[in-house]
């Protein structure tokens, strides 16, 4: 199986499913890395993992149609199974949803449906929640609405504040995307517009863990 993974920043996520792929526990290759920003952090990782890398910048595209066109072509040029949602900063047109969705995932930094969007640990802190984490989903065209498929709860502590908590957030991050995407090379993860099946049950609520607990098998 191979995948193709889209960053806009640091890509620490990036990191944590080449470190899965190199451990042999992935199941799939990761063809290829799209930026859409050339100065990317992960774009170095990247090259250095030996993987293709692409950039792609909103300013040299008319429009967002335009913009998700050029994506579609380069990630059909790779041939990948896969679509990994990485911290990329874009928001998609509905077409290119419907092109990817049954073989696209995202992470998000929040206990989905809370606290969609940016900014979620400052939120977080800001409206006082005892517990935050992070949700691998399913993509539909609804900005981090797609069905839920495995998510981490980290407790917030009183001293607290946006980077101790996005640090612990983020471990839990590292684990569970490649764990999920593993799912989905093995074929057990099925992608359907509207509902997501594991080991051909539908899931009807996200799978959940602790922080440093076992991952579900
Ligand atoms: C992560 O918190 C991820 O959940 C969110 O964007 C951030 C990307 O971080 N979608 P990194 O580039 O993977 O380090």
Redesign the pocket.
């Known amino acids: 199986m191979r995948a193709v993974v889209l960053?806009s920043?640091?890509?620490?996520?990036?990191q944590a499913l080449l470190a899965a792929q190199r451990a042999g526990e992935l199941g799939a290759d990761i063809a290829g890395v799209i930026s859409s920003r050339g100065d990317a952090g992960?774009l170095p990782k990247a090259a250095a993992a030996g993987c293709q890398v692409a950039v792609l910048e909103a300013s040299d595209h008319t429009s967002r149609a335009d913009f998700d066109a050029a994506l579609s072509r380069q990630i059909d040029a790779w041939q990948v199974d896969l679509v990994l949602l990485?911290?990329f900063l874009r928001i998609f047109t509905d077409d290119f949803v419907a092109r990817y969705q049954t073989r696209m995932l995202n992470?998000?930094?929040s206990l989905l449906p809370a606290l969609k969007g940016l900014h979620t640990h400052r939120r977080a802190l800001a409206e006082g929640h005892s517990e935050h984490g992070?949700s691998v989903h399913a993509v539909t065209p609804e900005l981090d609405g797609g069905p839920v498929i495995l998510q981490s709860r980290v407790p917030v502590r009183p001293d607290d504040d946006e980077q101790t908590l996005a640090d612990r957030v983020?471990r839990e991050?590292h684990r569970i995307y490649p764990h999920v995407v593993r799912w989905f090379a093995d074929g057990r993860l099925q992608l359907h517009p509207g509902a997501v099946l594991l080991d051909g049950q539908t899931l009807t609520r996200p799978l959940q863990v602790r922080a440093g607990d076992p991952l579900p098998v």
Request: hydrophobic share 30%; aromatic share 0%.
């Open positions: 960053i920043g640091r890509g620490s996520n990036l992960g990485a911290g992470i998000h930094p992070c983020l991050e």
